[in-house]
């Protein structure tokens, strides 16, 4: 049988203190404890489409009603698309330094 080796807060330790001192087995609250976690369904990860990213964007430059647009909106640059986004900030880059980059 494997064994299990865990750092307890003290938190955690005075609560395996009052557990044993009541008569439980800890380790058997431990197993039930992973057996049960275990066999709940987990949802998978969701991916960030372009379209929500894309979305979000217009959702809070409309909440900005009256505000300057952005430049990278005016200039077209779709944020979700990584080329267009490093050849915007690269831009940005060089207007900073005065020159070149990239």
Same mark, same amino acid.
């Not at 494997?2 to 807060?9: A, E, F, G, Q, V």
């Not at 087995?25 to 057996?35: D, G, K, P, Q, Y």
């Not at 909440?63 to 690269?90: C, F, H, K, T």
């Given at each position: 049988?494997?064994?299990?080796?865990?750092?307890?807060?003290?938190?955690? /330790?005075?609560? $395996?203190?009052?557990?044993?001192?009541?008569? @439980?087995? $800890?380790? @058997?609250? $431990?197993?039930?404890?992973?057996? @049960?976690?275990?066999?709940? %369904?987990?949802?998978?990860?969701?991916?960030?489409?372009?379209? /929500?990213?894309?979305?979000?964007? *217009?959702?809070?430059?409309?909440?900005?009603?009256? *505000? %300057? $647009?952005? *430049? #990278?909106?005016?200039?077209?640059?779709?944020?979700?698309?990584?080329?267009?986004?490093? /050849? #915007?900030?690269?831009?940005?880059?060089?207007?900073?330094?005065? @020159?070149?980059?990239?």
């Amino acid at each position: 049988m494997k064994t299990l080796n865990i750092r307890l807060t003290p938190t955690d /330790a005075a609560a $395996v203190r009052q557990l044993k001192s009541n008569g @439980e087995n $800890v380790s @058997e609250i $431990v197993r039930s404890a992973l057996r @049960e976690r275990a066999s709940q %369904p987990r949802l998978a990860p969701q991916r960030i489409t372009k379209t /929500a990213i894309r979305s979000l964007l *217009e959702k809070i430059d409309a909440s900005q009603s009256g *505000e %300057p $647009v952005p *430049e #990278y909106i005016r200039l077209g640059v779709d944020p979700a698309i990584r080329q267009q986004a490093s /050849a #915007y900030l690269r831009l940005r880059l060089a207007k900073r330094l005065g @020159e070149p980059f990239g």
